[in-house]
């Protein structure tokens, strides 16, 4: 019964801003493992970003997560068109153990990015 609902997505111009949200509901998901993740066309999907500071290389120093109450956010500044994806948020199931595990149990719906220059 988790769900994981994103929003903020659209359109912008190369160098322009977006702020993602995903509002977490239900309960068995971890808030610490939660994470971006996103999809553009022809390429694999690539992890950008999670609730504990670790970021892919090609957006480190652009964007930023931040975690407050149920929400998951993702502010992206300085974007470009390489950013253009589908941009879904995904957390692992709750368990008791130290660390994350290796994949995400639930996902959202995506929410759309397309960076024009």
């Known amino acids: 019964q988790v769900q994981l609902v994103e929003s903020g997505g659209g359109s912008v111009q190369s160098g322009g801003s977006l702020r ?3 509002v977490a509901s239900g309960s068995g998901y971890s808030r610490s493992c939660m994470g ?3 999809q553009a066309p022809g ?3 690539e992890k950008v970003a999670s609730s504990l500071g670790a970021y892919a290389d090609s957006v480190k120093g652009r ?3 931040s975690l407050d109450k149920s929400t998951l ?3 992206m ?3 470009t068109p390489e950013d253009s994806a589908t941009y879904y948020c995904a957390a692992a199931r709750w368990y008791g153990g130290s660390g994350c595990p290796s994949s995400y149990e639930y ?3 995506g929410t759309q990015v397309t960076v024009s220059s």
């Open 20 to 22: 993602l949200s995903c």
């Open 36 to 38: 971006w993740l996103r």
């Open 43 to 45: 390429k694999e999907r």
């Open 63 to 65: 964007f930023s997560a």
């Open 73 to 75: 956010y993702l502010q």
């Open 77 to 79: 500044n300085s974007l």
């Open 107 to 109: 996902w959202g719906q």
